[in-house]
């Protein structure tokens, strides 16, 4: 091929020329092993993270919920499926995505599927072509993997990863895997491939062009990068050539440079990325046993055979025992009798049938510590499975120092009550033991002042003493109310009153006490016309007396008094007393509300005791308002009072005709529909309805109420509001969408046990026209039927509904022991005095009490807190009824406990239930 020998040049030329190929061909190799690892791990990495990242999105908690295919269509699957749609959607490489677990028998089944529109499986499905490794690294998984290479199963061949997904209380529930498919594997390998054979031409072109035109030069250049290969093939990525002179070898070294860079730089950030991860686990780790090491409450887990697994440092120094002491023991060992005898067979009913009272509620029992001793504790105890093993954690808090400081607490309480009970019996004698003595003296006195041979110095003597008499009469007053509103004895009858009116009543007393300080009176409603407020109109107009009588006797001669109303605050009225005298300082502020305390006045000619505007801010905060003033010295004062304004609905019920408009028991005329579920108020309106002369229809529900209206004609309907099956807001709302339709207006009047505010317009919104409260008094309803029955004229008294009561049955101890509950003044106040008709309702009483307890205690067994609930509230409304108010008191706090959901008060109020109606 050659003519002679080749020069050494020639020669050297050609050998390093095939240096120079043969080292082209390496470094694409090399590039080509590199860029493929890089890219493989790249690959593995992107997909892990993603797994990782897509796994922390699931909710475990709520993903140990779906057990069951049928879940399928519930709102848990959905959310968790409709989350993993998203997830996938915002990655158009990923093929599948879904959530896996591992069952009893090692099978990996499937959960939720997210791979929409590609749905694959569904929940509950085995996953049989899985890989042979898969399942016991699925029971194993602590952090995210990713498949080594592509594997084949009955979808396809794909490219994987897995991650776990935790509970809250960090155990596993399930793994999320993703898949790619093979060929976007593939096609990243195509590439390179491509890439690498683009990089090893250029190689080869560069070899040539440099064994052309630098043989001379090779030999040094082609050994630094022969030795750069082999020192980065040994694993030194951080190697560097020495760059050559501006020329294509110095761009080739660069070049390679550049490559080992590249290289070095992407295996930095892998483990990078590995450290960070590596950290984010240890760290949650370490703050998982920071948690559990110091937490206050006791940590105890047990699993399905009540084998003791973890203890944490505050159950050891609640119990006394250390950790190893208890580490595989039986957790009854830290319960007292009878826990410790039944704890075992509990939990095996519990594991076969599933009917428990403790799971998931905060509970109180008792514990033993290592020396034997019991005390009390709250309980809280939730169930977890992990890897199909079931698992109890129990948070367990010492309550010895609660349950102490709570007993001081109603110690306290019986304490003060008894206090109030004395303080009121007192004050009841020291009324009666004054009052007796200061009668005498007044009514002589006042006789004495009208004695015809008595002189004008002794008649004068006379009148100071009856003044005398008459201030220190205020005086007891005043102290007895005060001690009635601070022990809560005193009496409020609130309701509707008109305040124009009680401000007229007050100028009218007013008027002389101006006259005599010669002081003159203002006042002005046009910011109060036709204003009602919440109050006891009694009480209201002591009020408002005793701020003019202040504002008169603390004014200046020829002074003046201003009464104005202004507006307030939302649903709130206020009336202002304005006067003109010397004003209040703001130190002595600080004092006016105390008692006996007149400021420097005592010393003063002006009458008083320095109670009065006490007993006035009391009354007013007892009425619900406040009471309040501005003030300026030299200027005068302004005290005024804010009231609740009353609801429409209790304004309409106040401005019915009073009762002396129509006898309280005249013979009405009418056809009356009753709705009414409870049997005892079935019989008392019965009763009242007899007695009235109107003919009754009495159903059970709103239901049966609908049915009776739409089939006959009735002139009023009354009804309850609380109903099972139809409420009266329902059938009042029906009846008037079926009137808008047909014609007519039927009058319907609620009959309500419940007088909290808003119920007035709850009752008008919902179609009513009027209201009575439970227990409903027969002057009342004759009152409230007198409104709205169509008297016909000429009409015979219709025939009652029911004959009257039968004979009493005879004394039994249970009867007895039921007329001690009963009030006998409120029984009468609503049956009236005939013994017999009043034993009939006591026995309607005691049949009321026991359905009551059966259906409370019903309830109590099922976890059945709604029908507790009604119960209760329907032997709450018949105690009210016959007077039985510590039996009212009860149901009411059971049905409130019930309606909040809070068990432990509803297993201490249904013990006081039991408690008062033992006897019975």
């Known amino acids: 091929m050659f003519a002679g020998p080749l020069t050494i040049r020639a020669r050297f030329s050609l050998y390093l020329i095939a240096v120079s190929v043969f080292t082209s061909v390496a470094l694409s190799a090399a590039y080509y092993v590199v860029e493929k690892h890089i890219d493989a791990e790249k690959l593995r990495g992107y997909l892990t993270s993603f797994a990782a990242t897509a ?35 915002a990655n158009p490489k990923l093929h599948f995505i879904y959530t896996m677990r591992v069952n009893a028998a090692g099978q990996i089944i499937f959960v ?59 155990s596993l529930e399930a793994v999320l895997g993703i898949d790619m498919t093979a060929e976007d594997v593939t096609a990243s390998e195509d590439l390179l491939v491509y890439s690498t054979v683009a990089v090893l031409t250029a190689s080869l072109l560069l070899a040539l062009l440099l064994g052309r035109y630098m043989g001379r030069r090779l030999l040094a250049p082609v050994t630094n990068l022969k030795n750069a290969a082999e020192k980065i093939r040994s694993g030194n990525l951080g190697y560097r050539i020495e760059e050559a002179e501006n020329d294509e070898l110095g761009s080739v070294i660069q070049v390679f440079n550049d490559m080992t860079s590249k290289i070095q730089d992407t295996s930095l950030l892998l483990e990078e990325q590995v450290r960070a991860r590596t950290a984010a686990l240890e ?120 349950q102490r400081h709570d007993s001081e607490l109603e110690a306290a309480k019986v304490d003060a009550e008894q206090a109030n009970k004395a303080k009121s019996g007192f004050m009841s004698s020291m009324s009666h033991e004054l009052r007796t003595p200061l009668n005498a003296i007044m009514g002589f006195a006042q006789l004495f002042e009208y004695a015809a041979d008595l002189s004008e110095v002794h008649r004068d003597t006379a009148r100071k003493i009856y003044s005398g008499g008459k201030h220190l009469l205020g005086l007891i007053d005043d102290i007895i109310d005060l001690g009635r509103v601070d022990s809560g004895h005193l009496a409020l009858q609130i309701g509707p009153v008109s305040l124009p009116e009680v401000i007229e009543s007050c100028h009218t007393l007013a008027v002389p ?93 002006i009458e008083g005791t320095g109670i009065g505007l006490v007993l006035t801010k009391r009354l007013v905060e007892s009425m619900g308002g406040q009471l309040g003033l501005v003030s300026t010295v030299g200027e005068g004062t302004t005290f005024w009072v804010e009231l609740p304004h009353c609801p429409p609905g209790a304004v309409r019920a106040a401005a019915r005709p009073a009762a ?93 046990a419940n007088a909290l505010s808003g119920e007035a317009e709850r009752c008008l919104a919902s179609g009513m026209d009027d209201y009575l409260a439970k227990p409903i008094d027969i002057q009342q309803l004759g009152s409230v039927l007198a409104r709205w029955l169509s008297q016909a004229s000429g009409a015979a008294p219709a025939a009652a509904v029911s004959a009257a009561p039968p004979a009493p049955p005879a004394e039994t101890p249970v009867a007895n022991a039921a ?53 209760a509230h329907q032997l709450k409304s018949a105690a009210r009824l016959v007077g039985a108010a510590e039996l009212a008191e009860i149901c009411q706090a059971l049905e409130t406990a019930c309606k909040e959901g809070i068990w432990q008060q509803i297993d201490g109020q249904i013990a006081a239930l039991e408690g008062l109606l033992k006897p019975l």
Not at 566 to 591: E, M
């Open 112 to 170: 939720v599927d997210g791979s929409d529109p590609k749905d694959i499986s569904n929940l509950g499905d085995v996953y049989d072509s899985a890989p042979a490794f898969l399942p016991a690294a699925l029971r194993t998984i602590k952090a995210p993997f990713s498949d080594q290479a592509p594997y084949t199963d009955k979808w396809g061949e794909f490219m994987s990863a897995y991650a776990p997904i935790y509970r809250s209380d960090g």
């Open 513 to 605: 006490v101006a006259g005599k300080y010669r002081v003159t009176l203002h006042f002005e409603l046009s910011g109060c016309d036709d204003a009602w407020v919440s109050a006891d109109p009694l009480r209201l107009k002591q009020v408002l007396l005793n701020l003019l009588s202040n504002a008169i006797k603390y004014n200046r001669e020829q002074g003046a008094v201003h009464v104005y109303c202004s507006p307030a605050a939302a649903g709130r009225i206020r009336v202002n007393v304005r006067d003109t005298g010397n004003g209040i300082s703001a130190q002595q502020q600080t004092q006016l509300f105390q008692p006996f305390n007149r400021m420097g006045k005592e010393r003063s000619n």
């Open 819 to 871: 007329e001690q509950l009963v009030d006998q003044a409120t029984l009468q106040e609503f049956v009236g005095d005939d013994p017999a008709t009043q034993r009939h309702f006591i026995e309607l009483f005691l049949q009321t009490v026991r359905e009551c307890i059966d259906g409370i205690h019903q309830g109590h067994s099922s976890d059945d807190s709604q029908q507790m609930a009604s119960a």
């Open 283 to 402: 760290e949650s780790e370490a703050k998982n046993r920071s948690i559990l090491q110091t937490v206050a409450d006791a940590i105890v887990t047990i699993d399905g055979q009540g084998i003791i697994e973890s203890f944490n440092p505050a159950a050891e120094q609640i119990f006394g025992y250390a950790r190893a002491e208890v580490i595989g023991r039986n957790v009854s060992l830290l319960m007292p009798e009878p826990y410790h005898s039944t704890h075992d067979d509990s939990l095996r009913n519990y594991l076969q049938f599933g009917t428990t009272h403790v799971l998931g509620r905060v509970r109180e029992f008792n514990g033993r510590r290592k020396d034997g001793e019991t005390f009390p504790i709250e309980i809280s105890i939730t169930r977890t499975n992990i890897s199909n093993k079931v698992l109890f954690t129990g948070v367990i808090r010492d309550i010895t120092e609660r």
């Open 55 to 89: 796994a922390l999105q699931v909710d475990g908690d709520l993903h140990s919920r779906l057990t069951e295919p049928s879940q399928q269509s519930g709102a848990d699957y959905h959310r968790i499926r409709d989350r993993l749609r998203a997830i996938m959607q």
């Open 660 to 752: 002396g408009a129509v006898a309280p028991l005249s013979r009405l005329s009418g056809t009356v529909l009753v709705a009414e579920d409870n049997l005892l108020n079935q019989q008392l309106i019965s009763h009242q309805m007899n007695t009235l002369g109107c003919e009754a229809e009495i159903v059970a529900n709103g239901k049966q109420a609908l049915q009776a209206w739409q089939a006959g004609h009735y002139d009023v309907i009354l009804t309850d509001c609380n109903m099972p099956e139809m409420d009266g807001y329902t059938l009042a709302a029906a009846i008037r969408d079926i009137e808008r339709t047909q014609g007519g207006h039927v009058p319907i009047v609620a009959i309500t």
